[in-house]
């Protein structure tokens, strides 16, 4: 009987490998390396016997870091995606056991765990947010494969009595995988995590002031990673030497030390996701024949502030709480649709694009019955024009590169009349 | 008439006319989608709690404009209603968080015509069930309580609230004694027919409703029974079915359906509220979250599955149906778990991923034909 291959492992070993390679730019590289040292450590852990974790994305990972556990975002497992050809396999897999309706970034650890190309965890904790895929479907992949599970719940709005909520649901989930794992909490270790987790998030804000600049010196090309690091790196120093990387040669190309990678024409806020293929016919073809710069996407907008002073259990705890409430995606999907409208306005107008996309991923349902009320809200306050566009980020069969580019083709032209448009009128206006 | 022909005479269009008598009484009607709603808080400020539905609805235009063809038919064609008017007989409407689809709806339609229907309360149910969030839902209806008295100027006193509690179990006590009934080798009544008692449940007042469900049971005690059925079914999943041309299409092949576990059908009533005397609001919020569950409560699969095998179990079952309605994350996610559990157990199982209108019977037939011929004994 052929031996299954551990994909876990394969995609630690194919991305520290491209991580050396030369050609790609270090934020790229490093981020990489960082993603392939995760799974790395994760395939380590399951060889060794040691207990290992899968947790919805928002779910802080600094309390398993704390607990030498090492969290794989479950959802995050669509990196696969990222080598060519290699998602589709296991999306159609799921596929064959659930509706296609359900979200691919759940099917993909599905598909996963149904053909055995990858280790199961010892543990899953889940939260409710931001969509229903995740309470529908993992609560069923637990049970069907035998997971213990605890289930994180996340108030629809938030509040300071949401985060005390939280606060309280976390503390018990940490019971929960003391108990389900044996490893003890070491407080002095969280507040570790929390540190370096903590000087992530100024990072992150730091960046996100310096791609608000024009023209940007950190671009979606420089700051892609950022996301996919934090939800599970967070609480370690590698992440944090990654992000000062990226803010340090921003900072280089501000100065002149580096070059711009590309002459900006035209600025672009992705207000949702960034389809993960095709980037030729996408991201890297706006930039290449438009120079329109994408500027980042929602879930780069982390927001939450970095903790003053020395913090004690139950002070970590809520900041931590807060964490979960905003992260990106759970702050705008599972709440009233003006949060989510705020935050794309947020990007829209802060980062001064010239047009705004929202990649509407075919699953997210709140976000598509949002999508017109916020799009319109986007004309109305910032004048701003929004592409609606239908795609599943991670499966490109459902919406090709090609016709993504035909789409985006139109919408260039749009945006650049209005901004010819605009500077014509400013120009008659000063003189 | 018999009782269940002014059941059935209840649920023909959207408004009754025991809701007409109601409004000119110059009392109000609100409206709801979801049984996490406590509608007892409503009907204790003299509200006619009327839980929407779209019967009928064959196109949504208006609503996809705001929609698109990834969102569940069901909300949809709600929308699709609200936005033609047909709703506004209604009060205002409460919403909850049951799913992605439903609270955009509250949105959508708090957004563009906030005067048209009034949102009176949107509650934010816990999507798990343990101490911290039963204390959080209490709070929340204790919130949507002063919503309901300020929105129209009324006391909901304890009184008035333990009274409401006590009639509406009372109708969860009737249904669920209609329910015994079908546990019967001839039950009495088809699958067809309660689901159109329960649609009257959804609509009518409740000592209305109760009287009559009185003198259904009475007059369903003397039938002879349906007994030229091939098979036994029960339809379970989710997103509500509640429109009775599916049931009818499964029974005229053959099939009766002896039992549910849907939120049209037992999940709503299952299990009555627990009074706690000097914490009203704690027993509501326990009950609510502590019943069947929908699959919406992510911690609650075991239960979820056990209900089903109970039902099974209970009414001698021969095959499970199980409907979801395309789109909806929720139940379409839950099928992994349940159809292995279904096979373990050995119980027959289909799986039927439907639209919210029935248009067009001929696959849905067909399916169900080749069920009931593999089930058939």
């Known amino acids: 009987m052929a031996e299954h291959p551990n994909v876990i492992k394969e995609l630690g070993t194919i991305f520290s490998a491209l991580s050396k390679n030369p050609a790609l730019t270090p934020e790229k590289a490093q981020g990489l390396g960082l993603l392939g040292g995760l799974y790395l450590k994760a395939a380590g852990a399951h060889e060794k016997g040691e207990p290992t974790a899968w947790i919805s994305f928002g779910i802080p990972p600094e309390i398993f870091w704390a607990m030498d556990i090492v969290p794989v975002v479950d959802l995050n497992l669509a990196t696969i995606s990222l080598i060519p050809g290699k998602v589709e396999k296991y999306i159609d897999l799921a596929t064959e056991a659930v509706p296609d309706y359900i979200c691919s970034t759940n099917r993909i650890p599905l ?24 309470p529908g479907l993992d609560s069923a992949m637990a049970k069907y494969f035998g997971i213990p599970y605890y289930s994180v719940h996340v108030p629809y709005v938030n509040s300071p009595l949401g985060y005390e909520y939280t606060a309280r649901d976390l503390k018990k989930m940490i019971a929960w995988v003391e108990g389900q794992t044996g490893r003890k909490l070491d407080v002095g270790r969280l507040k570790g995590a929390v540190q370096h987790s903590s000087r992530a998030h100024e990072l992150m804000l730091k960046i996100r002031e310096m791609a608000m600049l024009v023209p940007t010196p950190c671009s979606l090309n420089e700051n892609r990673l950022a996301y996919t690091a934090m939800i599970q790196l967070a609480g370690t120093p590698e992440v944090v030497n990654y992000l000062q990387m990226i803010y340090d040669r921003a900072q280089d190309r501000l100065s002149g030390k580096l070059p711009y990678p590309i002459q900006e024409k035209l600025r672009i806020a992705w207000i949702y996701t960034v389809p993960t293929y095709s980037p030729g016919l996408i991201v890297d073809y706006m930039a290449n024949e438009y120079g329109a710069i994408s500027l980042t996407f929602m879930l780069n907008n982390m927001l939450v502030p970095p903790v003053k002073g020395d913090l004690d259990y139950e002070e970590m705890m809520l900041w931590l709480a807060q964490k979960v409430c905003n992260m990106p995606m759970t702050r705008e999907c599972r709440g009233p649709w003006e949060v989510y409208a705020d935050s794309a306005l947020d990007l829209v107008q802060n980062y001064k694009a010239d047009g705004a996309i929202f990649s509407g991923h075919t699953a997210c349902k709140s976000n598509w019955a949002a999508a017109k009320l916020v799009k319109d809200k986007i004309l109305e306050e910032a004048g701003v024009p929004t592409l609606n566009l239908e795609t599943d980020f991670i499966d490109g069969r459902v919406t090709p590169g090609e016709a993504v580019r035909d789409q985006l083709i139109e919408f260039m032209a749009l945006i650049q009349r209005n901004k010819r448009s605009r500077e014509e009128k400013n120009q008659a206006a000063s003189r | ?33 979801c049984t996490y709603v406590p509608e007892e808080i409503l009907y204790a400020a003299d509200i006619l709690p009327y839980r929407v539905a779209a019967p009928g609805c064959t196109q949504t235009t208006s609503a996809d404009v705001y929609m698109t063809h990834v969102n569940c038919s069901f909300v949809r064609s709600c929308l699709e209603y609200a936005l033609e008017g047909k709703y506004d007989f209604l009060d205002g409407l409460v919403f909850t968080n049951s799913c992605d689809d439903i609270r955009r709806m509250s949105d959508i339609l708090r957004t563009i015509d906030p005067k048209r229907l009034p949102l009176i309360g949107f509650l934010d149910v816990p999507k798990k069930v343990d101490e911290y969030s039963i204390a959080w839902y209490r709070d929340e209806m204790s919130a949507f309580r002063g919503n309901v008295e300020k929105a129209f100027g009324v006391k909901v006193t304890d009184a008035k609230l333990k009274k409401a509690i006590e009639v509406y179990n009372e109708t969860r006590d009737l249904l669920k004694q209609l329910y015994e009934l079908r546990r019967a080798d001839n039950p009495p ?126 009414f001698k079952v021969d095959g499970v149906i199980f409907q979801t309605l395309i789109n909806c994350q929720v139940w379409g996610g839950q099928l992994l778990a349940i159809r292995e559990e279904m096979k373990k157990a050995g119980i027959p199982f289909m799986e039927l991923d439907r639209e919210y209108a029935l248009s067009g019977t001929g696959q849905l037939k067909t399916r169900v034909q080749a069920f009931l011929e593999r089930i058939e004994k």
């Open chain 1, 111 to 134: 598909g996963l765990a149904l053909s055995g190309d990858a280790p199961l965890p010892n543990i899953w904790v889940v939260q409710n947010a931001p969509c229903d895929s995740i």
């Open chain 2, 1 to 33: 008439m018999s009782a269940l022909d002014e059941l059935t005479e209840l649920t023909a269009g959207l408004e009754n006319q025991a809701i007409k008598d109601w409004k000119a009484q110059g009392k109000k009607v609100v409206g709801f989608f």
């Open chain 2, 189 to 314: 009544i088809t699958g067809t027919e309660t689901m159109k008692v329960l649609l009257a449940a959804t609509t009518t007042p409740r000592e209305e409703f109760n009287r009559l469900m009185k003198k259904l049971l009475k007059e369903i005690k003397g039938r002879e029974g349906v007994s030229n059925y091939k098979a036994r079914l029960m339809i379970s999943g989710g997103g509500g079915c509640d429109d009775p041309a599916y049931f009818d299409v499964m029974e005229e092949l053959g099939g009766l359906v002896v039992t549910d576990t849907d939120c049209f059908g037992s999940r709503y009533f299952w299990k009555p509220v627990q009074i706690i005397e000097d914490d009203l609001m704690l027993g509501l919020a326990k009950s609510y979250l502590d019943r069947p569950s929908c699959a919406r409560m992510m911690d609650r699969i075991d239960e979820r599955i056990d209900f089903i095998k109970e039902m099974v179990r209970n």
